[in-house]
């Protein structure tokens, strides 16, 4: 009796004391809403810390509501539009591509916004890339504070594409913050303004 009385009161003292990065590693595992350094890899092994070789690398922000595209700046508001999601857009992402071509459309805008959704099954549903005939469509498990998953490429007429899926991993890096895609926003805004022929 005197062991079990001692086990308990040992069980109790590294539950009140045990350290606050557990906690909060478990409150963050709750929901996926955050900002993720990404990496989306044709080859593996795949990392979005130490991205070389990586078909897109960047940051992808998941949030809980929708994004106040009406309180950002017109230039943000453009790059950040969402007329090819089927909703109004929790999250967005700016990507660098640095092969081209790499058979993936991942990233192909440099920045844009996205409507991710959990399944039944737990994976988490999202795009990289979205336009009238073309997208790259991202299907995740979030584990801890990693996201990992495949990513299809696809399009219709001139667009459709043949390629092999991609691997993605992204791992959480802190809570949700839109400012990289709003800066991103900005600076394309920005050079097209100054140069009026760039697509």
């Known amino acids: 009796m005197k062991r079990l009385g001692c086990a308990r009161a040992l069980l109790a003292l590294l ?36 991205p070389t070789g990586a078909a897109a690398a960047g940051i992808l922000v998941l949030l809980d ?9 017109e230039g943000a508001q453009l790059g950040l539009r969402t007329m090819y999601l089927d909703g109004p857009a ?15 459309f991942a990233g192909i805008a440099g920045v844009g916004s ?14 990289l890339y979205q336009s009238p005939d073309a997208r790259h469509a991202v299907r995740a498990l979030l584990v801890g504070d990693t996201l990992r998953g495949i990513g299809e490429s696809s399009g219709a007429g001139l ?14 890096v802190g809570p949700p913050d839109t400012a990289p895609c709003v800066d991103a926003s900005l600076r394309d805004y920005a050079g097209r303004v100054r140069s009026p022929w760039r697509r």
Request: charged share 15%; hydrophobic share 35%.
């Open 65 to 73: 509501s929708a994004i106040p595209l009406g309180a950002l700046p």
């Open 159 to 172: 667009a459709e594409v043949h390629w092999p899926r991609d691997t993605v991993i992204a791992v959480r």
């Open 15 to 50: 539950i009140v004391c045990r350290p606050p990065s557990l906690l909060q590693g478990q409150q963050t595992s709750r929901t996926a809403a955050g900002t993720y350094q990404i990496a989306v890899c044709k080859r593996t092994p795949c990392s979005p810390l130490a």
């Open 90 to 104: 929790n999250g967005c992402f700016t990507l660098r591509r640095p092969f081209v071509p790499n058979e993936s």
């Open 114 to 127: 996205t409507r991710w959704a959990k399944g039944s099954s737990g994976y988490l549903t999202f795009t």
